[in-house]
């Protein structure tokens, strides 16, 4: 079984098909330059949560037409995007560690991390080709799309503080969009009602925006071991997330939004910023709104048959919000 906590039952329904995308992400590397083979390796060797094939799995499951080898396809291919966008946002952030493990760029350079990222791409893309729905085709491209625009915007904004509206924005495009794409395009694939496709839609968008701000929660207020990430590394490259942005509201110091946007803080400053934001209400409030966004993904289940899938998705919106790493 791959579940990594006994309390994670939500991959019990589909442990089989995760099973066969684990061998078949680690073979994603078979033919190719000794290289390549080597960075899936070490990419796939230990898996992540691996939450966005199961909700491609447990989706497919409220479709009357669900053909194992094209779900499969699916569920391949969007971990393959996935996977991709994080070896780049690895390059541009100069991340060294993710899950706890060294990343592509630390390991080789940033010259193999940008191919990498090319080639998993590109593997993902052929996979997406043998899809027998163009509209489930045109989802995982335009995936691709939200993906690079959430990241331009990113790493072009410029360096002051975004309002809440423009940080949902962003993070719609670079988080939430993958997480519709696997629920919504595994419905289409099964032929679902049309009612269902947009219900798992909403979920899979809601959940997202849900795991996305709790993400920047951990990384302000988790534990570096729990959290398998250098914690406050978005505060040290001037990223404003949602603590951020609430901690600056409820504060009368009108320097703070300009200190944590600044490039190069040394360790003094970081730590001095960290403890600010950790004794604001703005880790809290960003605690809520991903409550928030978790209460209207289990609202849009309700559309949906009730059935041992539901109640499998209902558990991976809890454990989000309440997730440590």
């Known amino acids: 079984m791959v579940t990594r906590g006994a309390e994670r039952t939500f991959y019990a329904p589909v442990d089989a098909e995760l099973r ?45 037409s669900h ?115 696997c629920c919504q395009g595994a419905a289409l694939l099964a032929d679902a009602e049309p009612e269902h496709v947009a219900a798992l839609g909403a979920y899979g968008t809601n959940l997202g925006l849900a795991f996305q701000i709790m993400d920047d929660v951990l990384d302000i207020a988790g534990d570096e071991t729990d959290f398998g990430k250098t914690v406050g590394r978005d505060l040290a490259e001037g990223m404003p997330t949602l603590p951020m942005i609430y901690a600056v509201e409820e504060t009368d110091d009108r320097t703070l939004g300009v200190r944590i946007v600044a490039p190069g803080k040394d360790a003094a400053e970081l730590r001095e910023l960290l403890r600010i934001i950790r004794e604001s209400g703005g880790i809290e409030r960003a605690r809520a709104k991903a409550r928030a966004f978790h209460d209207a993904a289990v609202a849009a289940l309700d559309a949906l048959p009730d059935r041992p899938e539901r109640d499998a998705l209902r558990d991976i919106a809890r454990f989000v919000v309440r997730r440590v790493r």
């Open 67 to 181: 053909d194992p080898e094209v779900v499969l396809n699916l569920a391949q291919s969007l971990e393959l995007v996935h996977t991709a966008s994080l070896v780049h946002d690895d390059i541009v952030d100069e991340a060294e560690l993710r899950r706890n493990v060294a990343t592509v760029n630390a390991t080789w350079d940033d010259d193999v991390a940008l191919i990498v990222g090319d080639y998993l791409f590109a593997k993902a893309y052929a996979l997406a080709a043998v899809l027998p729905k163009p509209e489930v085709i045109a989802i995982v491209a335009q995936t691709v799309f939200a993906l690079c625009d959430g990241e331009l915007n990113e790493v072009t904004a410029s360096r002051a503080l975004p309002s809440e509206g423009a940080y949902f924005e962003r993070i719609e495009l670079k988080t939430a969009s993958l997480y519709a794409a």
């Open 20 to 64: 066969e995308l684990q061998r078949r992400l680690l073979g994603v590397g078979d033919g190719g330059h000794p290289t390549f083979a080597a960075a899936v390796q070490h990419l796939f060797g230990s898996p992540g949560k691996l939450l966005r094939p199961t909700l491609v799995f447990l989706s497919a499951r409220f479709g009357p």
